[in-house]
């Protein structure tokens, strides 16, 4: 798919002929704004205190993410305390293999853990029918909806397919996604069929996610590197464009970010590609090499290190202004190269929005 003229397209489709009000997704539509909108990756978490008392009470992770109560009150709790511009909905990428059959656990301090799946096991996972089981996910949409100021713009997920496969083949995070290359590698069938069945249902949650209420959702590809650039249009670049197409076959001109983090060089090809309406960049990525790289229609989101929040100060300042003077030539979203991590002041958050808002 090659790139339209944004001004007038987005992906295949016409713009709205009126701006809807909510600033974020407005911007993604493709209307300019006179500031970036900004959220936050993980910016419902461990660094708020509201989080951490209601997660004491709720049991495991995955009791969370599936009590919709509580999923959106988290979800809605970055935005009592700051004046952001969206809320991303409450849960994890890996409730999708839980409901395609595999499981999937949490340990504390250890993060996910699941049954690593062998080639025969692909044939076994449930396709549609597990979407039932995240039915709960669904109902936290509908609550954050009615909840959510009208103004507020809220985003849905889901993680990308190479990104999923990645944790189903090790049965965990690694550093270089060694064993899920070697599986696409040494089992090409295997990973083909596991890839398809990940993007069937990818479409069919996403799809569910935009009716219950989400005005845009995000892909997150959160382990784009470590591909060489044939295995990148593989396992990265079609699956995407793939689950693109099919969220929009069934709702017609579909908001969609995709964040292809550690992209590189790549990224570029990969927005062209995949159709996606904004791209999100991690905070390796130069503002310059961006500009250059992607059209001027392109919008783009991010880019600031997580950790220059944690320290804040005049650094943090300086790194936020420089970004958003450099993006200030295409539509931007302001937010993080990479989640938010636990130890990050409060007041820094605060600082940083401010900085957004006002300069």
Aim: with cysteine; proline share 7%.
């Amino acid at each position: 798919m090659k790139i339209q003229n944004l001004d007038s397209f987005q992906g295949d489709r016409r713009l709205p002929a009126s701006r809807t009000g909510k600033r974020l997704l407005d911007l993604v539509l493709g209307h300019e704004q006179e500031r970036p909108p900004v959220w936050i990756m993980r910016q419902a978490g461990r660094y708020l205190p509201e989080y951490r008392a209601l997660r004491q009470t709720a049991g495991s992770f995955l009791d969370l993410c599936y009590t919709p109560e509580l999923a959106a009150e988290v979800t809605l709790q970055p935005l009592r305390r700051f004046p952001l511009d969206a809320a991303i909905l409450f849960s994890d990428i890996l409730v999708v293999p839980d409901a395609m059959g595999r499981t999937v656990r949490f340990e504390q301090g250890e993060g996910p853990r699941l049954e690593p799946i062998r080639p025969e096991d692909v044939a076994n996972l449930k396709g549609e029918e597990g979407l039932a089981h995240l039915a709960p996910v669904f109902e936290t949409v509908r609550l954050v909806r009615a909840g959510l100021s009208p103004e507020k713009t809220l985003i849905g997920f889901c993680g990308s397919p190479w990104t999923v496969a990645t944790y189903m083949i090790a049965g965990r995070g690694t550093t270089d996604q060694g064993p899920a290359r070697l599986f696409a590698l040494q089992h090409p069938e295997a990973f083909a069929a596991l890839i398809d069945r990940l993007v069937d249902f990818s479409i069919a949650y996403l799809v569910e996610q935009f009716r219950a209420g989400c005005d845009v959702v995000q892909l997150f590809e959160s382990w784009a590197m470590n591909l060489d650039e044939v295995a990148f249009a593989e396992r990265v670049i079609a699956p995407n464009r793939r689950i693109v197409e099919g969220v929009r076959a069934a709702i017609p001109g579909a908001p969609i970010i995709g964040f292809p983090r550690g992209a590189a060089g790549l990224v570029a090809r990969y927005v062209e590609e995949t159709g996606v309406d904004m791209v999100g960049l991690d905070y390796g990525m130069p503002v310059d090499f961006a500009n250059t790289a992607l059209p001027a229609s392109v919008g783009v989101q991010g880019n600031l290190d997580p950790l220059r929040v944690v320290v804040g100060g005049e650094q943090m300042r300086e790194r936020a202004r420089s970004i958003i003077a450099g993006f200030s030539g295409r539509r931007h979203i302001f937010n993080l190269g990479h989640g938010i991590v636990p130890e990050t002041p409060i007041a820094h958050v605060e600082e940083l929005i401010n900085l957004v808002h006002n300069g």
